[in-house]
């Protein structure tokens, strides 16, 4: 697929911000806390070489949730000094989306549960075969991509999933 011109996300954000809330469910873009704050998104995910969380509440609000991705103990410790609403943590698996990545693993996971009391959610190659075993503590997320967009019926892939760490967190 072709990149989105900002005004073309934009829209998409407008639609999926619609489609959220009718399904009571939270809107998180990635990466641009502008286009959050316009759509009016409840969080923005941002990486390691993106904006801190501190400019990321300038741009998109003070009442915007907002995450930070981690791949080490070192960008565990740096994330958790910029007071994030949650740390995410990965990849926990080789990722499609993420091919250049080293995988971290269960381990790291553990680590991040052991340095904060911040929630975390475990990223990077998650499927429903594979995610048993990662719930590591409460609050605890998963975040997914590519096994339900890729998927033939991504409703029931995202369905899979969340069965598996529901089952896992009991």
Same mark, same amino acid.
């Given at each position: 697929?072709?990149?989105?011109?900002?005004?073309?996300?934009?829209?998409?954000?407008?639609?999926?911000?619609?489609?959220? /809330?009718? %399904? *009571? $469910?939270? &809107?998180?873009?990635?990466?641009?806390?502008?286009?959050?704050?316009?759509?009016? !998104?409840? +969080?923005?995910?941002?990486?390691?070489?993106?904006?801190?969380?501190?400019?990321?509440?300038?741009?998109?609000?003070?009442?915007?949730?907002?995450?930070?991705?981690?791949?080490?103990?070192?960008?565990?410790?740096?994330?958790?000094?910029?007071?994030?609403?949650?740390?995410?943590?990965?990849?926990?698996?080789?990722?499609?989306?993420?091919?250049?990545? /080293?995988? %971290? *693993? $269960?381990? &790291?996971?553990?680590?991040?549960?052991?340095?904060?009391?911040?929630?975390?959610? !475990?990223? +990077?190659?998650?499927?429903?075969?594979?995610?048993?075993?990662?719930?590591?503590?409460?609050?605890?997320?998963?975040?997914?991509?590519?096994?339900?967009?890729?998927?033939?019926?991504?409703?029931?892939?995202?369905?899979?999933?969340?069965?598996?760490?529901?089952?896992?967190?009991?």
């Amino acid at each position: 697929e072709k990149s989105l011109n900002d005004r073309e996300l934009l829209a998409r954000a407008v639609r999926l911000r619609a489609i959220t /809330q009718a %399904a *009571g $469910a939270l &809107l998180f873009v990635n990466d641009r806390p502008d286009i959050a704050r316009l759509c009016g !998104a409840d +969080g923005v995910h941002v990486g390691q070489t993106d904006l801190s969380v501190a400019d990321v509440r300038r741009i998109a609000g003070p009442t915007v949730l907002v995450g930070k991705s981690t791949h080490s103990a070192g960008e565990i410790s740096a994330a958790i000094d910029e007071t994030p609403d949650y740390i995410a943590v990965g990849p926990m698996f080789a990722s499609a989306t993420k091919p250049e990545v /080293q995988v %971290a *693993g $269960a381990r &790291l996971l553990a680590e991040a549960a052991g340095l904060s009391d911040l929630p975390i959610v !475990a990223i +990077g190659g998650i499927t429903a075969s594979n995610v048993s075993g990662l719930v590591c503590r409460s609050p605890f997320a998963v975040a997914v991509s590519h096994a339900v967009i890729s998927a033939s019926d991504a409703a029931t892939a995202a369905r899979e999933i969340r069965g598996a760490v529901t089952r896992d967190a009991k």
